[in-house]
Each structure stands twice: as structure tokens, then as C-alpha cells.
């Protein structure tokens, strides 16, 4: 569901060209085994990319007073929301695919601003956190707030290294814009949305212990934390 490369690949630009990045066609996926409570048709099973996939440009800006925030729900599970939200709306327009054998690899860019983006997996987890179960995000705290956050700089629109990873009907993936601007603050994340079919590789197949030995996995969000 997640992935984040060094911040020296992002500023490479001979060894490591974009397009390495992302996921192309006859690119290896693999799922965990973690994915059986939410895909079970997914779970520890390898694919191929079958088609060149299309990548969409998706900007997506809110506006909050300092100390406000903005909720982006990016499932299908929820209607969009009107064309002017307020702060702490909803959002979800599609970022899932319709069907399932479609996976989305979407990188994340934020334009720079005064604010940071806190992420959960479904509604009620952080992912972003250490092992102690006392310690977690709370934005009414000064302390706590900015635990596991991703700023500007983290992942610039220039060169994203935050990835999401979506399917069709999974768990939610919530992101919080926490505005920290004098007065109103623009916040805009840029998603590149790298639109992929997939083709499972059966054990049968000769090619199936290369492609399992030299896919990409694809966690789980529960993979992801409790440690």
C-alpha cells in the first residue's frame, strides 16, 4: 500500500531516470499474505503488467485557516464532495480503480507550503508511528502532532518518492493537510496516478519462480506496523 525510496534517488537524474520509477509493462507485482483480510484473491499471489500502463496528472488543493485541516478520503467508499468543500471535507473521486486485476501506483508530490500531511490505513489506524502503543498523532497535542508526518520536502512535486498503492474496493486510505500558515493556507498535493493492468503469473508457469523471486512486493497496511 505504501512505499517511499531515498531522497537521493529522487535527486538523481543520470543512473535512475523517471520512468525507472515506475511500474512499466511486463513489471513484476506481488502481494503479501497479509492481503487475504481485505483481497483474499490478491493475497501471495504474482503479476504481471500486462498492458503500457497511462499515467494521469491529478492535482488536488485544499484551503484551512492555521491550526485547521483538511481530510482527503481517496477510496470509493464515500460521495465526492460539492465543488466548494470546506476544511475537513471529504474527498473521494475514484482515486481506486473501478475493477479488480487494476492496480494504481500513485506518487505523491505536495507543492511547498506551511503545512504537513498525516496518513491512515483505514480511518482509525496511523501508520506512521512507533512501536508504543501510548504514543500516536493527536493534532490537538503540540508534541504528538507531528509524529510520522510528511512535509513539502519529503516528497516534492518535482521529484515524488511516496508512493500509494490502490485496488479495487480496499480499505481506506485517509490523508489529514494540517495547515500551519499565518492566515489561510493553500495546500496541494499533485498525485500521478500510473494506471496498471494486471495478469496473474500461476505457479504453473515457467516464468513464475523468477518473477516471485524479483517482483516488487506490495504490503499490506497491518505489514506495516504493530512493530
Given at each position: 500500500?505504501l512505499s517511499?525510496?531515498?531522497?537521493?534517488?529522487?535527486?538523481?537524474?543520470v543512473?535512475?531516470?523517471?520512468?525507472?520509477?515506475?511500474?512499466?509493462?511486463?513489471?513484476?507485482?506481488?502481494?503479501?499474505?497479509s492481503?487475504?483480510?481485505?483481497?483474499?484473491?490478491?493475497?501471495?499471489?504474482?503479476?504481471?503488467?500486462f498492458?503500457?500502463?497511462?499515467?494521469?496528472?491529478?492535482?488536488?488543493?485544499?484551503?484551512?485557516?492555521?491550526?485547521?485541516?483538511?481530510?482527503?478520503?481517496?477510496?470509493?467508499?464515500?460521495?465526492?464532495?460539492?465543488?466548494?468543500?470546506?476544511?475537513?471535507?471529504?474527498?473521494?473521486?475514484q482515486?481506486?480503480p473501478?475493477?479488480?486485476?487494476?492496480?494504481?501506483?500513485?506518487?505523491?508530490?505536495?507543492?511547498?507550503?506551511?503545512?504537513?500531511?498525516?496518513?491512515?490505513?483505514?480511518?482509525?489506524?496511523?501508520?506512521?508511528?512507533?512501536?508504543?502503543?501510548?504514543?500516536?498523532?493527536?493534532?490537538?497535542s503540540?508534541?504528538?502532532?507531528?509524529?510520522?508526518?510528511?512535509?513539502?520536502?519529503d516528497s516534492?512535486?518535482?521529484?515524488?518518492?511516496?508512493?500509494?498503492?490502490?485496488?479495487?474496493?480496499?480499505?481506506?486510505?485517509?490523508?489529514?493537510?494540517?495547515?500551519?500558515?499565518?492566515?489561510?493556507?493553500?495546500?496541494?498535493?499533485?498525485?500521478?496516478?500510473?494506471?496498471?493492468?494486471?495478469?496473474?503469473?500461476?505457479?504453473?508457469?515457467?516464468?513464475?519462480?523468477?518473477?516471485?523471486?524479483?517482483?516488487?512486493?506490495i504490503?499490506?497496511y497491518?505489514?506495516?506496523?504493530?512493530?
Open positions: 500500500m517511499e525510496l531515498a531522497p537521493t534517488i529522487a535527486r538523481s537524474t543512473e535512475v531516470k523517471p520512468s525507472d520509477l515506475l511500474l512499466q509493462q511486463n513489471s513484476w507485482v506481488k502481494f503479501s499474505k492481503w487475504a483480510a481485505d483481497q483474499d484473491y490478491l493475497a501471495g499471489n504474482v503479476y504481471q503488467v498492458n503500457q500502463p497511462l499515467v494521469v496528472r491529478y492535482p488536488i488543493t485544499r484551503k484551512a485557516p492555521t491550526g485547521y485541516y483538511a481530510t482527503l478520503d481517496l477510496s470509493n467508499t464515500v460521495n465526492p464532495p460539492s465543488t466548494t468543500p470546506a476544511a475537513n471535507a471529504n474527498f473521494s473521486w482515486m481506486y473501478n475493477t479488480k486485476n487494476v492496480l494504481y501506483q500513485i506518487s505523491v508530490g505536495l507543492k511547498k507550503g506551511n503545512y504537513f500531511v498525516q496518513t491512515f490505513i483505514p480511518s482509525n489506524k496511523y501508520i506512521y508511528t512507533v512501536g508504543s502503543t501510548s504514543i500516536y498523532p493527536d493534532f490537538n503540540s508534541l504528538w502532532r507531528y509524529l510520522g508526518v510528511k512535509y513539502p520536502k516534492p512535486e518535482e521529484s515524488p518518492v511516496w508512493n500509494l498503492y490502490t485496488v479495487w474496493n480496499m480499505v481506506p486510505i485517509i490523508l489529514e493537510l494540517y495547515s500551519e500558515g499565518q492566515d489561510v493556507e493553500k495546500m496541494t498535493l499533485v498525485f500521478k496516478v500510473n494506471k496498471c493492468q494486471l495478469k496473474e503469473i500461476p505457479p504453473a508457469n515457467p516464468k513464475y519462480d523468477e518473477a516471485n523471486a524479483r517482483a516488487m512486493l504490503p499490506y497491518t505489514d506495516l506496523v504493530g512493530f
